[in-house]
């Protein structure tokens, strides 16, 4: 597998076709890290990508597909109505002022523009399940230190947890803001673990699914 391949982003991509009918040309991917997601996005819909980040550690192949540089999301360097699209995953939680980047987001969307955003699930019991770049004994360590925070009731995103926003937290938040918020969870999840397709319709149906999974993502429009 190559580092422009990570089996889920390609699968999110999938989603975002068969969910906003406006053609994407221009997409912003806020929070992107080294930029692989923003490369492949690039590549599975065509798109004219920008990623931003605060910190400038960008694979250098990415660069080459997707528009990478260093920015804060709540000051977007660009103009009102920019962007067909944004895509934020595991950014959020680590914005000083959350309800303020998505403003800004929402500013450089375009009238019909559409999102896909996501973050931890505070609800979670076991997190980081499906991080391909850690090993078993680095989640292990996360876990026990995110239950130890919990415990002493520090488990909060301001107290520098990765604690994220539980579904219904993370709800709230985007419809102050956008016009048109669907939660995406469990089909994300169906998607990208379709092997085991009555497993995650188990977890649906048995009401567990807001503390079984690890993240929640929502999509949506202006």
């Known amino acids: 597998m190559s580092n422009l391949e990570d089996g889920k982003t390609e699968k999110v991509?999938?989603?975002?076709?068969?969910t906003h009918t406006q053609k994407i040309e221009k997409l912003l991917v806020v929070g992107c890290g080294k930029g692989i997601e923003a490369a492949i996005l690039a590549q599975q819909l065509g798109a004219d990508v920008t990623g931003i980040d605060l910190k400038d550690e960008f694979d250098s192949t990415a660069k080459q597909f997707?528009?990478?540089k260093t920015g804060n999301a709540m000051q977007l360097e660009f103009a009102d109505g920019t962007f067909d699209y944004i895509?934020?995953?595991?950014a959020l939680e680590h914005i000083d002022d959350p309800k303020l980047a998505l403003r800004e987001?929402?500013?450089v969307l375009k009238k019909d523009g559409g999102f896909w955003i996501g973050t931890p699930n505070r609800s979670r019991i076991v997190g980081y399940i499906g991080g391909k770049d850690t090993s078993l004994r680095e989640k292990i360590r996360w876990n026990i230190a995110d239950w130890r925070t919990r415990l002493a009731?520090?488990?909060?995103?301001?107290l520098g947890a990765h604690a994220g926003?539980?579904?219904t937290e993370?709800?709230?938040l985007?419809?102050?803001v956008f016009s048109k918020v669907e939660a995406a969870t469990h089909r994300y999840f169906l998607t990208v673990y379709s092997n085991h397709a009555a497993m995650m319709g188990t977890i649906r149906k048995s009401g567990m699914s807001g503390i079984i999974y690890p993240s929640v993502y929502f999509l949506g429009t202006k």
């Open 13 to 18: 991509a999938a989603i975002i076709r068969s």
């Open 66 to 68: 997707a528009d990478l």
């Open 87 to 90: 895509f934020s995953y595991h």
């Open 105 to 107: 987001m929402h500013r």
């Open 153 to 158: 009731g520090k488990f909060e995103n301001e």
């Open 165 to 167: 926003f539980s579904e």
């Open 170 to 172: 993370l709800k709230e």
């Open 174 to 176: 985007l419809s102050s």
